[in-house]
C-alpha cells in the first residue's frame, strides 16, 4: 500500500521561509518514470498544482505565483521518496492546505490525473 506521510507545515509571517517534505513509501516501479508534486488549496479555492518533478527528466514546473521562490526537489532509495517544497519569501496568498500527491509517467495538468495522494499538511503566512 502506497503511503505519503507529509510534514513542515506551519505558521510564519510574510517573508519567511518553511520546508515542506513528503515521505512516499511502497510506491510501485514504473518503467513511465513519475511524476510528484505538491498542490495546495486555499479556503474557498480549488486545489492548485504548485510545484511537479518529473523522475524520466529531472524536469521541474511551478506555478507562475512561485516561480522564483519555491523549489521542488526529489529524493529517492529503493522504493521510498522524499519529496520537499522549499517555500522561500512567503506572501499570505500561499496559505493553504498542501498536499503531495504522483502518478506514473509525465506530469500532467489535471488533478483526476494523480492517483496517490497525501493527507496535507497546513501552511499559514500571516501579515
Known amino acids: 500500500q502506497v503511503q505519503f506521510v507529509e510534514s513542515g507545515g506551519g505558521s510564519v509571517q510574510a517573508g519567511g521561509s518553511l520546508r515542506l517534505t513528503c515521505v512516499v513509501s511502497?510506491?510501485?516501479?514504473?518503467?513511465?518514470?513519475?511524476?510528484m508534486g505538491w498542490f495546495r488549496q486555499a479556503p474557498g479555492k480549488e486545489r492548485e498544482a504548485v510545484a511537479r518533478?518529473?523522475?524520466?527528466?529531472?524536469?521541474?514546473?511551478?506555478a507562475d505565483s512561485v516561480e522564483g521562490r519555491f523549489t521542488i526537489s526529489r529524493d529517492s532509495a529503493k522504493n521510498i521518496y522524499t519529496l520537499t517544497l522549499q517555500m522561500n519569501s512567503l506572501k499570505p496568498e500561499d496559505s493553504a492546505m498542501y498536499y503531495c500527491?504522483?502518478?506514473?509517467?509525465?506530469?500532467?495538468?489535471?488533478?483526476?490525473?494523480?492517483?496517490?495522494w497525501g493527507q496535507g499538511t497546513r501552511v499559514t503566512v500571516s501579515s
Open positions: 500527491a504522483a502518478r506514473d509517467g509525465i506530469c500532467l495538468d489535471g488533478l483526476h490525473r494523480y492517483t496517490y
Open positions: 511502497n510506491y510501485p516501479y514504473s518503467s513511465m518514470g513519475t511524476c
Open positions: 518533478i518529473y523522475s524520466g527528466t529531472g524536469n521541474t514546473y511551478y
